[in-house]
């Protein structure tokens, strides 16, 4: 018998069997095994951090998560001709970075208060229509008057000119913004 067989780890030259050619195959697939483990994990690790690190980055210069900033000077309300309704106007200012909605009004203790809008429906005659919400464009304004969007005040309060009314308008991202509102003779 020949005892030189170490090709294939089989025994050496003393008798004692060679394994060595086997450990080195064996750790290679190991290590080969390894660094396929090491790629699966380092891949989404690092598409992770690269993501989180263009967020922050992001988010530091002010681009992200910026609310809207709205403000509203001192509106109008038009001192009423009858008794069915009399409108109210404002102009709310947004100098955040993000839209917001308005939705809904507050009126005076018992009057209702709706946002409205006046629509063409022919020559010369325009109806009203109750709106669901108006946008306040980031960096812009939403500006209320008799011909577009307005808020609705019914039944219609006893006004002098000078008298003020108290509305609290409300949104669908910002907290309530109460305003007030001048009474005027319509035309002024």
Known sequence: ???NRNVNGNRNVNGNRNISSNCNVSSNRSRTRNRA???DIAVPVLTCLATLGTLTAWTTTGNAGAPARLTAAEGRVLIPAGNDA??????IRNTGAADDVL????GPPGHRAMLSRDI???RNARSMSMVQGATVPAGGALAMSPTTLDIMVSPP???VPGDR???ILHFRDSPPLTVRARAVRPGQ
């Open 1 to 3: 018998m020949n005892r």
């Open 37 to 39: 483990r090491l790629v």
């Open 86 to 91: 009399t409108a109210a106007f404002f102009t």
């Open 103 to 106: 939705t809904a009004v507050t």
């Open 120 to 122: 063409a429906i022919g």
């Open 157 to 159: 309060p006893r006004l």
């Open 165 to 167: 009314l108290t509305f």
